[in-house]
């Protein structure tokens, strides 16, 4: 499925109508087509257990949970609420707030709260290297560097872009060099070639082993044949219009998890998301 098919509402119910459809399909996802058993090893079926959440080898009824350790393990809300939360959030471009969730699932209290916070963590970055040409940046959510050096209170985020490819921020403590070089080795490939604007952080790259580029922004330098910024901070223009557009602001302590589910999404950007979140529902978290 593309993108660009736009996987409707109405193709939804028809897909999932009921309880025992999710739950085949998150056992699906989660063990394929069991052909052997894993207890008693015979060529097998399994069959759902009338009235359980389990499934049960045809010889030795040994029993799959398909729901134990996932997002949806221990929850009394039905399968079905949960897959439509789920599809909002594939829908959506800028995240859906619990008020949302809670408008369209009649769920109230605490349970819109978890279902988000639980759907999130199914846009954990998954630990991609980044190769090729990659353009690196911090930020500051509501304010400026000037700002977060001398009122300490701004949110520093630090990005790293593949052009054409995926990206990756993270809320780091400070925008120093000690800070931001290991985040760099960690999440970029050694054979990579990186491009950042003349922010000293940056200086130790070429010792660290990388090709690297700079743009002086100061000096109103912005392309220099392949050095140039303009990939991340177009990436930056998004985080910042959708963080304004949907929640407004985001506290400190889940900055990270909503950079997640931005950078999901933005790296998803060619592809149906709605499969690929089902697949991660269906893994232990
Ligand atoms: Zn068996």
Redesign the pocket.
Known sequence: MKANMRYTVKQFHADFPNDDVCLDTIFENRYGDVKF??????E?KFYRVKGRKCYA??????QLHPLAQTIFHKSETPLTSWFYAIYLFSVSKNGVSAKELERHLGVTYKTPHRMARQIRKLMADGGDILTGEVEVDETYIGGTRKMAQKFNNKSVVFGMVERNGVAKSIHVKSSGSRVLLPVIVKGVSPDASIHSDEWRAYKGLTKLGYSHTTVNHSKLEYVRGLAHTNTIEGYWSQLKRSIDGTYHSVSPKYLQHYLDEFSFRYNLRDVAVYPVLLEQAAKRV
């Open positions: 058993c894993p207890k008693c090893a015979a097998t080898c045809k010889h030795c009824g040994y």
